[in-house]
């Protein structure tokens, strides 16, 4: 990771926060964020079809839930495991929602959104840098900070939706061989982060892939057999990751394995 110094709680660059807003990157994170995406593919999946909502009907419901969750997110002084994956469980229902409704309602081609999704969370990305000076998930202290990361986590998961469909789409892969191509991917990623890559740049790059790892593993597991699928269904897989994901957030509330030590909070990054 390049090289930064961590806010101290109370001064005026972590000013309105204790804490980082964001938990550490262990392996608990990624786990619960591959369950996150999975379970943003089957619900959505789930809402749109199984209980007619439509897209866009769902997309006004879970939009207005996640403007209602961030709102208390931004309100918190610290990083909350149940507050904070609640969001993250939100944000890939909507980016989910975002991507299926420019390519099914409106027609828009996968290419292009993929496109265009690459172009907006690279404009994130470089707005951020430019105010902020680093894009490094442990100095999320502040409330513009904040607003930074969940833009960017947004269009992570609406690019990597884009992203993963349009692959799915071009090579007819089927939901394994998907899953199989982009952890696959990732490993390259953990690869290189072993060689010298960017800290900062592997975990954004391997934030994107696990959204449509997370949606091959969704949809191998719900659909139906005749597709390719081990057909649990859309309530079934949801049903069990999301219980798989509470589990974990509440093992984490209690034991606070990825939260960083305040008195850590102030020395150099390594």
């Known amino acids: 990771m390049t090289s930064e110094t961590y806010s101290q709680p109370g001064t005026a ?8 807003k964001v938990p550490e990157v262990t392996v608990f994170f990624w786990v619960i964020k591959i369950l996150c995406t999975t379970v ?4 959505a999946d789930f ?3 199984q209980l007619g909502l439509g897209l866009t009907g769902t997309s006004l419901v879970m939009s207005l839930l996640l403007v209602v969750a961030l709102v208390v997110q931004f309100r918190a002084d610290s990083y909350r ?9 939100l944000v890939s229902v909507v980016g989910t929602l975002i991507s299926d409704n420019l390519t099914d309602n409106l ?11 690459a172009v907006a969370l690279t404009g994130v990305f470089v707005t951020w840098f430019r105010s902020e000076r680093t894009l490094s998930i442990h100095s999320i202290d502040t409330v513009r900070r904040e607003a930074f990361y969940w833009a960017a986590v947004l269009f992570t998961f609406a690019l990597g939706t884009a992203a993963g469909d349009l692959v799915a789409e071009r090579l007819s892969l089927g939901y394994w061989l998907s899953a199989v191509l982009f952890a696959l991917a990732i490993g390259a990623v953990w690869l290189g982060h072993s060689l010298g890559l960017d800290a900062v740049w592997s975990f954004w790059i391997a934030y994107v892939l696990t959204r449509p790892l997370g949606a091959s ?5 719900s659909q139906p057999s ?4 081990l057909d649990l269904g859309t309530v079934g897989t949801s049903a069990l990751f999301l219980l798989v994901i509470l589990a974990l957030v509440v093992y984490l509330t209690v ?8 008195e850590e909070l102030s020395r150099p990054a390594a």
């Open 107 to 117: 027609g828009v081609p996968l290419k292009v959104t993929t496109a265009v999704f």
């Open 40 to 43: 943003g593919e089957t619900a």
């Open 81 to 89: 495991p149940v507050l904070y994956w609640l969001v993250v469980v």
């Open 13 to 20: 660059r972590g000013r309105g926060t204790r804490w980082s």
């Open 226 to 229: 005749d597709d390719g699928g």
């Open 217 to 221: 593993l969704g949809d191998y597991l």
């Open 255 to 262: 034991t606070r394995k990825d939260v960083t030590p305040q």
């Open 47 to 49: 809402l749109n079809g």
